[in-house]
């Protein structure tokens, strides 16, 4: 079994900071891709941000210069660094990991519970 737990979230005012983790855990072998995905208020979940294995990484261009996504792999987990929030960026946030699983070696994408930000004055 694997899952990932997210953690982090909660109510910010507009123009400051919020930091979300997610560490992965059970029977993983290898992760390639760690992201984070939002959905807003009757909305569609859409792409905020990806970091593949080697580090690279991929931004909505809403986010893009705001936000930074990193991972340790060593912990199992990725961050996502939230900066000059705005009113728009209030949503669920879930986090996401491509990952091998041990023994069986299937792969699996898996996806976090989701955790709330509230962007509010």
């Known amino acids: 079994q694997v899952q990932l737990v997210e953690s982090g979230g909660g109510l910010v005012q507009p123009g400051g900071s919020l930091r979300l983790s997610c560490a992965a855990s059970?029977?993983?072998?290898?992760?390639?891709?760690m992201g984070w995905y939002r959905q807003a208020p009757g909305k569609e979940r859409e792409l905020v941000a990806t970091?593949?294995?080697?580090?690279?990484?991929n931004y909505a261009h809403s986010v893009k210069g705001r936000f930074t996504i990193s991972r340790d792999n060593t912990k199992k987990t990725v961050y996502l660094q939230m900066s000059s929030l705005k009113p728009e960026d209030t949503a669920v946030y879930y986090c996401?990991?491509?990952?091998?699983?041990?023994?069986?070696?299937?792969?699996?994408?898996?996806w976090g519970q989701g955790t709330l930000v509230t962007v509010s004055s």
């Open positions: 059970g029977n993983i072998l290898s992760i390639n891709v």
């Open positions: 996401y990991a491509d990952i091998l699983t041990r023994i069986t070696f299937v792969r699996l994408e898996v």
């Open positions: 970091i593949a294995g080697d580090s690279s990484t």
